[in-house]
């Protein structure tokens, strides 16, 4: 089955820094891979949506890469900020058509 | 925006009760989905939808069923709680298969 592998270790980094987020997977190679980001007793918000033939996308302070020969998503947040601060999830269709989730990495940003 | 509303943010149901959780979306959304989070384990999809009416298992149903009358309510049901139910429910909508999903803000159910 589908694997996704995010660390689970919190993240900690300074305000104005760059923040980068490590999504893998195994066993299957999805088309899409989503990113959401979830603050603590909330749902989670969908953030970028990157298809396979993309490789890279942004949206204002952010950046997500998709290398499918690695089996990897990278999730860059610029000029960080604390309210940034929050737990980013990767999910990834599986052969299902299924939104599958990682576990997800809490990012601390540091005044 | 799209709103997506879970009837309850915190539940407490006995061992072997009914629950309903109920979930609406206001933006016509052909698609809807239970998932619980639980620590450690991430978001699990419980089941989903994507026409009235219509179920399909995902990778833990069970213990629950759904219901999908109108195009807009999803109901997850646990048929007889237990304390292994216990957990965050999350319930998404999104118009497109492929596209990023909309969340409600959660029901903590806790069973005792």
């Known amino acids: 089955s589908q694997k996704i592998e995010q660390n689970s270790e919190a993240l900690n980094i300074q305000e104005g820094k760059t923040a980068t987020l490590t999504c893998n997977y195994t066993n299957y190679s999805p088309a899409y891979l989503q990113w959401y980001r979830q603050d603590p007793g909330r749902g989670p918000v969908f953030l970028l949506l990157?298809?396979?033939?993309?490789k890279e996308k942004r949206k204002e302070r952010l950046k997500v890469t998709f290398d499918t020969t690695l089996k990897q998503s990278l999730f860059h947040i610029t000029a960080s900020q604390p309210a940034d601060s929050a737990t980013y999830l990767c999910?990834?269709?599986?052969?299902?058509?299924?939104?599958?989730f990682g576990g997800g990495t809490r990012l601390m940003v540091k005044p | 925006d799209v709103k997506v509303t879970q009837s309850s943010r915190y539940l407490v149901k006995r061992t072997g009760e009914k629950v309903f959780l109920e979930c609406v979306q206001d933006m016509d959304h052909e698609n809807m989905f239970w998932y619980r989070q639980d620590p450690g384990l991430g978001l699990r999809l419980i089941y989903f939808s994507y026409d009235v009416k219509m179920k399909e298992k995902g990778d833990i149903p069970e213990g629950y069923s759904v219901s999908r009358e109108k195009k807009e309510r999803f109901s997850l049901i646990l048929e007889s709680a237990s304390t292994n139910q216990t957990s965050m429910y999350l319930c998404?909508?999104?118009?497109?298969?492929?596209?990023?999903?909309?969340f409600g803000s959660g029901t903590r159910l806790t069973v005792v």
């Open positions: 998404a909508s999104s118009l497109h298969r492929v596209e990023g999903y909309t």
């Open positions: 999910a990834l269709y599986n052969a299902g058509n299924m939104l599958t």
């Open positions: 990157i298809r396979e033939n993309e």
